[in-house]
């Protein structure tokens, strides 16, 4: 690899690999790092990795190590030319935080220092980095704004990411590092994982299960499709906030903006469930139990600022998105 390259973490994840594909795409050299952590089939991953490697060719390769250990990620990439970073890599999922909080604080708060070391002893020109709308926890009125105070987290997961955000602020104002922060809503779409609520559902559909529909049901959620994800992970990663003193989304005048990247809409579960059963081709068998804890009833994303800002605008409600996934879905597991 001689041209300045785009580091991906988190590359043969959900939207990592989307993302570096997108990249590939355009012509752009990817280095991808992951660590192939077994929260969810390892299969999965490696199968997103080979498209990968199949797609990008010699501008492809795929570093496999766990980027929370600070000489690994710095002997890998020591003779590695870059000069922007995406970092999508994380321990995720909000109920297995409440199992092992120590697994989210390694990855996403250790990880993510040591990302954002990379980025200003590298003097990279731009930096993108995986928030989540769980940030938003208790308290926060919809549709949720940027400018909310997101001081009450109700899991692990969310204070981690919340973390991530602040750590970040002071970067960019101590050392005018340019970063942008993305609080993605309820990401769904072909590759997804299968820990997430589409590809539960549909799986048990398929298979004949009952789906566990929490809270009785009374849950909305702003349902994102993947091409509208990461076109504003792109959007950010083009156009990093710019050291001029002025007002940034979600902090102040550090070269640093936080976004919500959403569908713009909170739908009702009962609804997504509806279009899955449509997709399948048969009904669910509704398994109405209490909430979880560590959930969120009601997630809607303001998005004013990024498509002022991004030119962002999403394109895919889940009425179109919905039965792409379950196609994929069949496809994958008949493949």
């Keep these: 690899m001689t041209d300045k390259a785009i580091i991906v973490t988190g590359a043969a994840g959900f939207i990592g ?20 952590n077994p929260y969810y089939p390892v299969s999965l991953k490696e199968d997103r990795a080979r498209a990968l490697a199949a797609l990008g060719g010699d501008r492809f390769a795929m570093h496999r190590l766990d980027f929370a250990d600070a000489a690994a990620l710095d002997a890998a990439l020591a003779d590695m030319p870059f000069d922007r970073i995406v970092h999508l890599g994380a321990q995720a999922g ?15 708060v250790t990880g993510h220092l040591n ?11 731009s930096m993108v980095y995986a ?15 940027v400018d909310a105070r997101p001081d009450r987290p109700l899991s692990i997961y969310a204070a981690t990411k919340r973390a991530d955000e602040l750590m970040s ?8 590092l340019p970063l942008t922060g993305l609080r993605f809503f309820t990401v769904y779409g072909p590759w997804g994982r299968p820990d997430m609520a589409m590809w539960l559902f549909t799986a048990a559909i398929l298979d004949g299960r ?19 994800i990461v076109t504003g992970v792109i959007a950010s990663l083009d156009r990093p906030p710019a050291d001029d003193g002025r007002e940034k989304p979600g902090f102040g005048t550090a070269p640093h903006a936080i976004y919500n990247i959403g569908n713009n809409r909170s739908e009702e579960l009962g609804r997504l469930i509806d279009l899955i059963e449509q997709a399948c081709g048969r009904k669910a068998q509704r398994e109405y139990l209490p909430m979880q804890p560590g959930d969120m009833q009601d997630t809607y994303a303001d998005v004013s600022e990024t498509m002022r800002d991004l030119n962002y605008a999403p394109t895919t409600p889940i009425e179109d998105g919905v039965p792409r996934f379950v196609h994929w879905y069949r496809e994958y597991k008949r493949g």
Excluded: C, Q, W
């Design 169 to 176: 602020e002071t970067y960019a104002h101590l050392y005018r």
């Design 94 to 108: 909000v109920r297995y935080s409440l199992e092992n909080p120590a697994a989210y604080v390694h990855s996403n």
């Design 115 to 125: 990302l954002l070391e990379l980025a200003r002893h590298r003097g990279v020109r």
């Design 17 to 36: 690999m989307h993302t570096a594909r997108r990249l590939l795409e355009r012509g752009e050299t990817v280095i991808g790092i992951d660590d192939f």
């Design 210 to 228: 009952p789906i566990k529909i929490f809270n009785n049901g009374d849950m909305r959620r702003d349902f994102t499709y993947i091409d509208d």
């Design 131 to 145: 928030s989540s709308s769980s940030v938003y926890g208790a308290g926060t009125t919809t549709p949720f704004r």
